[in-house]
């Protein structure tokens, strides 16, 4: 099917069909959120039944974007009989986590992503590996069909690809993404008010978390690798809930001459999940699928079960044979 032909396919479920669910990936990002919120918009815009559901937390940077329960983080089933499940980001459906519970076989679902090895799942799957957020993939499909982007719907597709692109500077910022944006603008979305409340709103025990962070990074394999270790220890003291350490680690690969940027964040004695940035000409995803993980070309990470420590020596090992391979 061409892009035209699923997107009105889409459209005409959107149109046809009154109860829906909407949901993303674990532990949420700007994309996940925004995406959902300006889906789940357009689709309260249209006089549909929508719920929206997230297995995970709403990072507080976000909380402008979301009023009361617009998304349900509570593993609590809908008040009403979804009839199509619409599931954002995610490559595989496993990434939903509890909300599977409430996905039926008698369910039409769609699958809307922009992640690489998508295995399209859906009944109907649309998956753009080029498109810079799914935001981005979103408000295509809803233009194609003459909609009108609300200013709330603009702010929300806004705000996902400014934080997908890391601000429009990742290797994913490419010119249909600053034309999205531009129309965005267009439709009311606020640059400077949407930059201030993703970027500009860390608490002050987070930055103090990050000085700290940054005083005990660690270079290796003769400065190639950039490391940095969050533990339970480090959250605890500085009073930081995880879900606001989004974008720490974009640190890892500010210095020169660095190829790779980690961060290991340890979850539990026996957990640490691992985020890993790379330049440009190094795909790390490959390295992080062999491990059990995945994500893009530049931004990847996987889950070890083993304490942090050996996770830090194993992983900065395996890094560096992967590097000098
Ligand atoms: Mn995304």
Do not use: W
Not at 51 to 74: C, E, H, M, T, W
Not at 95 to 114: A, S
Not at 202 to 226: F, P, Q, R, V
Not at 237 to 265: H, M, P, R
Request: neutral net charge; contains cysteine.
């Amino acid at each position: 099917m061409t892009d035209k032909a699923v997107f009105k396919k889409i459209n005409d479920l959107f149109k046809k069909e009154d109860y829906f669910l909407l949901t993303s990936h674990l532990d949420p990002d700007g994309d996940s959120i925004g995406s959902l919120i300006g889906l789940r918009e357009f689709l309260k815009s249209l006089g549909k039944k929508v719920v929206a559901y997230n297995d995970g937390n709403l990072p507080d940077k976000y909380k402008f974007l979301v009023a009361n329960n617009q998304i349900r983080f509570s593993n609590q089933a809908p008040e009403f009989k979804p009839r199509v499940a619409v599931i954002l980001e995610c490559p595989e459906i496993a990434r939903i986590g509890f909300v599977q519970n409430f996905i039926n076989t008698d369910m039409i679902r769609v699958n809307i992503d922009h992640h690489p090895r998508n295995k399209l799942y859906g009944d109907l799957n649309y998956v753009d590996e080029s498109a810079s957020a799914v935001a981005e993939i979103l408000y295509d499909i809803i233009k194609s069909n003459g909609h009108n982007i609300s200013p709330k719907i603009a702010e929300s597709f806004y705000a996902a690809i400014a934080s997908d692109t890391g601000r429009f500077k990742f290797a994913n910022t490419s010119s249909k993404c600053f034309s999205t944006a531009s129309q965005l603008v267009e439709a009311g979305a606020n640059p400077k008010l949407i930059s201030d409340k993703i970027f500009s709103t860390y608490s002050a025990g987070t930055i103090k978390l990050l000085g700290n962070l940054l005083e005990n990074l660690e270079l290796h394999d003769n400065g190639n690798i950039c490391i940095l270790k969050l533990t339970l220890e480090n959250l605890n003291k500085y009073g930081v809930n995880v879900a606001d350490t989004e974008g720490i680690i974009d640190y890892s690969l500010v210095i020169s001459g660095v190829k790779v940027g980690i961060l290991f964040k340890e979850q539990g004695p026996q957990s640490v999940k691992v985020g890993l940035r790379s330049q440009n000409s190094i795909d790390i995803s490959r390295f992080a699928r062999s491990k059990g993980g995945g994500g893009h070309a530049n931004a990847a990470g996987f889950k070890v079960n083993n304490d942090l420590n050996k996770t830090v020596a194993n992983t900065v090992a395996e890094v560096a044979a992967y590097l000098n391979g």
